[in-house]
């Protein structure tokens, strides 16, 4: 009898504990989509239930923000040159013991990986690899970068698109472990981190003096990112309750200013899509153009912002 | 007795099972989303989630000049035929699947770099009683020509 009722018991606290992960699991659902690349939930509202058929209406919004990949071959493609002064040193790895220092330079390491493997650089894409594996493993991302995954780097030195496989992979490991884990806050300051240092590399490599920033295809790059950083500070919004962010997020606004000063103009013409071509083409109705001075100020404002970070 | 510890163990499956649904998004993700890329290279961004019939989802980002752009949708198979379109920034319909026996794939590029809003819908079905849930992923892959497809 009394063993009954302690099963009983014990049954009790586990359905208990069960409905209570239920519960957080839904919450953390909410939680992870606002994180989910960004999740902005809108509108969740109107969830009817008619007799058992559901009427569910929802909507909910991710933003985006260029991956470190995706930031590398935007600038190889734009023509820019390699410059391995420009990468955050790996001897600085030591420095970081915070969360926010761990998981921005985990962003920043991951974007100079994908900066020096783009440019073949094969030494130091296995360096900054190890490094960004550290700072994974001390933030507690260890499924980003294993064992097996340094062996195939260092066996496929050579062939860039496995390589590129391999840092794409890598990536979204440390995403989907992290938004698993219910750490948006985490995750946002990887993204932004990894963003921070594409804006970085970016406008060091344009030298506005001397070149010319009309038709400048990088140049073009860098005031595409007055549409990112929207993205970035939408994201950043959603977890400004951390301190870590809330002070992120200043920074990010901060550096806003500088693009709104860029000029949109912005045609009555409606874009269209020319389906004629191989591949559908979005055509725009969009003329931006920036001063040297805007893009020098812009330049400033990063190097500022990044070297806070990286020390 | 021995129902007490039948219970003890379907409340201990049942628990387990809560947190496996989300691991499994991500492997499905990972194992059978990603190949429709073909030669266009995954940005790495995870973009998965579990939706419900009824459910609507927006992916906001920034498509860059220059590059080849392909976007991946994929649904487990418990889910209806998914709804996939995209919009321009001012909500212009730029890409609907509806007409295109609901293609889960679109190869683009752009004139100039622009904010997309991709746009996936998880239809209701009129004769079923009960809402399907089931995990969907939208992948984003690019290439400079040489490597796309």
Redesign the interface.
Known sequence: MR??YL??R??TF??F??SV??FL?CSD?KK??DL??E?TEKDMNSNVENG???????????????????TA??IK??GAVYDENLLNSTKNLSRYSTNKSMALNLGIYSTDLSYASMFDQTQTSILYMATAKKLAEKLGILEMIDEQTMRKLEKNINNK?VI??I??????NS??SL??NERPAVLSMVLAGGWIEGLYLATQLVDVDKADIVEN?LV??VI?QR??I??LISLLELNKDFEDIASLLEDIKELNASFEKIKVEVSTK??L?NTTAK??????N?Q?SVTPEILKSLAKRVKKIRDKYIL | MKIFKKSFLIALLFAFSVYSVKAQCEEFAQSECKSDLGNYLHDGNYNATTLTQGQHIELVKTFYSGLNHRIVVCATNELPDILFEVFDGDRNLIFSNKNEDYIMMWDFTVETSQQLIVSITVPISSDEKFAKSGCTAVLLGFSTGSIGE
């Open positions: 063993i009954n099963f009983f014990v049954f586990i359905v504990f069960t992960l239920m699991s659902d992870k989509d989910d690349n999740f058992g058929h559901i009427d569910r209406e929802t909507r909910k919004i991710f933003h985006t923000l260029p991956s470190p990949i995706e071959l935007i493609h734009s698109d590129m496989t840092i794409s992979e890598s990536f979204m995403n989907a938004m698993q295809d073009d790059r595409d549409l990112t929207t993205n409606k874009p899509l591949i559908a083409k979005i055509k725009s969009i931006v």
